[in-house]
Structures are given as structure tokens and as C-alpha cells.
């Protein structure tokens, strides 16, 4: 009998353990909003692949969504469909140029808004070849654009070998 409930604990803590490893990955919070608009997002994915117009150059691009796209982004054959499914959220490229690309969409992409930021407003807590994790804070509303403040910790989801 003490066996079988020392297997059946180990087992809980495992189970335990495990979710509270995978709760953490994929996981975003904070919210963007532009001209009215405003979402909080909750999951962060990171894609790597050839950027559209230099395709030597290979971006991490983050995805961050309010609804669940991992499906999505695994059946993606090239990086230009890494934001196709993107309805409400917003992808942020990283591909060690002097600014940081953002990309916000709300309403299935009826409302976006595109820019760039100083390299400080993307704080870095982990990098790796499977994973980002940090922040993201710009706050360009005074100038007509979008007010982002957002943590994430984006695991791998696909590496692609094609643009489009």
C-alpha cells in the first residue's frame, strides 16, 4: 500500500510540476491600445525565418495574441504566414537593427498600426535559441500611435526556411 501512494504522490507532483513549467511558456500579459482600441493579450509565440525583403536575413519575430494561434503557427510553410492569423495583438521583429519593429492589429486586422522603437523599450530577461522572455513598454499615443506595455515569455514555435 505505501508504494502505490508514493507512486500516486510522485506522480500529482510531476503532473503538478509540469503544468506549472508549460503555464509559464507561451505566456503573455499586458495590454496594447491604439486609437481607441485596447486588448490584453495572453499568448506569446517566437518564430524565426527569413525577413520578406532581405531573405538572408533570418528575424525572431514574437507573436503575441489574445486567443490561442500555436496550431495555427505550426502548419505555417513560410514567415509571412506567421502573422496571417493574427486578429487582435501584435508581432514585434527583432533581427538586430538599430529599431525595434512592432505591427499591432485589432478587429481581424481591420485596424493596425505599424512602428518602430528604441531598442531600450525591449527589456530581455532570457534569450535563447528556443526562447524570449521580457517586456515591451512604448507609449507613442501622443503622436498618434499605439500604447504597448506587455511581458512575455515565448517559446520557439517554428523556424522556417522561406518568406512567403
Given at each position: 500500500m505505501r508504494n502505490a501512494a508514493q507512486v500516486g504522490l510522485g506522480f500529482m507532483v510531476?503532473?503538478?510540476?509540469?503544468?506549472?513549467?508549460?503555464?509559464?511558456?507561451?505566456?503573455?500579459k499586458g495590454t496594447?491600445?491604439?486609437?481607441?482600441?485596447?486588448?490584453?493579450?495572453?499568448?506569446?509565440?517566437?518564430?524565426k525565418g527569413p525577413d520578406a525583403v532581405d531573405e538572408k536575413k533570418i528575424?525572431?519575430?514574437?507573436?503575441?495574441?489574445?486567443?490561442?494561434?500555436?496550431?495555427?503557427?505550426?502548419?505555417?510553410?513560410?514567415?509571412?504566414?506567421?502573422d496571417g492569423d493574427l486578429g487582435e495583438g501584435m508581432t514585434i521583429?527583432?533581427?538586430g537593427g538599430p529599431r525595434v519593429n512592432y505591427w499591432v492589429v485589432f478587429k481581424d486586422q481591420m485596424v493596425?498600426?505599424?512602428?518602430?522603437?528604441?531598442?531600450?523599450t525591449f527589456k530581455i530577461t532570457a534569450d535563447?535559441?528556443?526562447?524570449i522572455t521580457g517586456s515591451f513598454t512604448v507609449d507613442d499615443s501622443g503622436a498618434g500611435g499605439a500604447k504597448i506595455d506587455v511581458t512575455f515569455d515565448?517559446?520557439?514555435?517554428?523556424?522556417?526556411?522561406?518568406?512567403?
Open positions: 510531476a503532473v503538478l510540476v509540469g503544468s506549472a513549467a508549460s503555464a509559464g511558456a507561451e505566456s503573455a496594447i491600445a491604439y486609437k481607441g482600441n485596447s486588448v490584453t493579450v495572453q499568448h506569446a509565440y517566437l518564430v528575424l525572431k519575430r514574437i507573436v503575441l495574441a489574445t486567443k490561442d494561434l500555436k496550431a495555427k503557427l505550426d502548419a505555417c510553410k513560410a514567415m509571412s504566414c506567421s521583429d527583432l533581427d493596425q498600426y505599424s512602428g518602430t522603437a528604441d531598442p531600450a535563447d535559441a528556443g526562447k515565448a517559446t520557439l514555435v517554428k523556424e522556417l526556411t522561406s518568406a512567403r
